[in-house]
Structure formats: structure tokens, C-alpha cells
């Protein structure tokens, strides 16, 4: 096409339909369950042993972070609150917290006891990578830590995932644990077996009756 043929048809589109075409959507926000927290595996196995991570680096931090968690609550009081009633859902969080930790743990066991090889070290690694989103530096100080502890929530995706990795893992479990039993005579085949009467053997007597004697 020559520059002033195409000059031509790039002059008879019509701008105004250019101008008003519809913009191509956004893409949907994934839900709470599926978001994938920033550094975390997506991995079932190691993501659960990386929820566990950052909730044990959590509850661990709380005796250190409660006398300015309390220094914060304090100082900035909305009108009609209790000072106890905030505290307490640090409290509350500690408690949920634990009880987390023990379905994480679950989770975790049964993944490694339904796995045909050893997967624990992979689990330590996601662990430690958990744990270290609570890692600061020195120019974070401890107001802005404290304010960043008081506003973490663990990731939605953390118990989802840690629920169908227990259930997939048991019942992974139970098909390799009758696999690998033993099989043995069924009651059957035992009766039968009591049934049987061994013949004598020929060289020996039967009970009552004399050996015959030996032709000379």
C-alpha cells in the first residue's frame, strides 16, 4: 500500500467510534481464600507450614509488643471505649492463635506421613520464611512495629488450605497403610486347615497295631 492510500484509510476511520469503544475490564480481585500472601509458596504442603511460621513468629512477639500496644491504646482512646475491653481482643487473638497453630500442626503431620518421601525439610525452610516477615531492621521503631503487629491478621487462604491438606493427606494415608499390611489367612482358610488329618507315614505303625516282623 502506498503512504497515500494508507494516509486514505487511516482518514476514513471514524475517531468518534475509536474514542467511545468500551475499555477492556479489569480483571476480578481473586477472593479472600485464594489470595497468595506476598513470599509465601503455593505449594499446599509448604504454604500451611508457612502460615505456621508467621503465626508462631506472631504469638511469640506478643509479650514484647503488648506494653506499646498499650502505650497506643491508651494514648489514642476513641470516646466510649474500654482500655480492658481493646486489651482483651489481643487476648482473644492470642487464644484463636494457638488453637491455629494445633490444626496447622495436624495438617503438617499427615502431609508428611502420607508422602512416599521425606518433605520435613521443606516444611522447615517454609517455616523459617514464615516466621521471617517479622524480621526489622533498625530503623524501624518500636511504635511502628507495634502498630504493624496490631493490624496483622492471618491470611484467609492459611486455614482453607490447611483443612483440605489434612483431609486429602488422611485419606492419602489410610490407601498406604492397607497397602502395606500384610496379607493373612482369613478364618476360612484356618478351619479348613483343622480339617485335615495328616496320614501316618508309611515306615510308622498305626496306634494298637504291631510292627510286622522283619522276614529274616
Known sequence: MTPFALALALFAQDPA????????AP???????DRLPPGAPREDYPFVAWCYGALRGYLDL???????????EKQFRKPGTRLEDDLKVYADMRRDGRVRLQQFQAALTAAEKASVRPINATGAVAVRQGRQIWNTGPEVTKARKAQEWMSWALPVRCETVSASLESRSNL???TLRANQ??????????ALQATVTPEPHPATAAPGEAAAPETP
Not at 506478643?62 to 497506643?72: A, F, G, L, N, S
Not at 499390611?181 to 484356618?190: G, L, M
Request: aromatic share 0%; proline share 15%.
Open 17 to 24: 467510534a475509536a474514542e467511545t469503544a468500551p475499555a477492556p
Open 172 to 174: 492419602i494415608g489410610a
Open 181 to 190: 499390611q500384610e496379607v493373612r489367612p482369613s478364618a476360612t482358610d484356618d
Open 62 to 72: 506478643h509479650d514484647e509488643m503488648m506494653p506499646e500496644v498499650t502505650r497506643i
Open 27 to 33: 480483571a476480578a480481585a481473586p477472593a479472600p481464600e
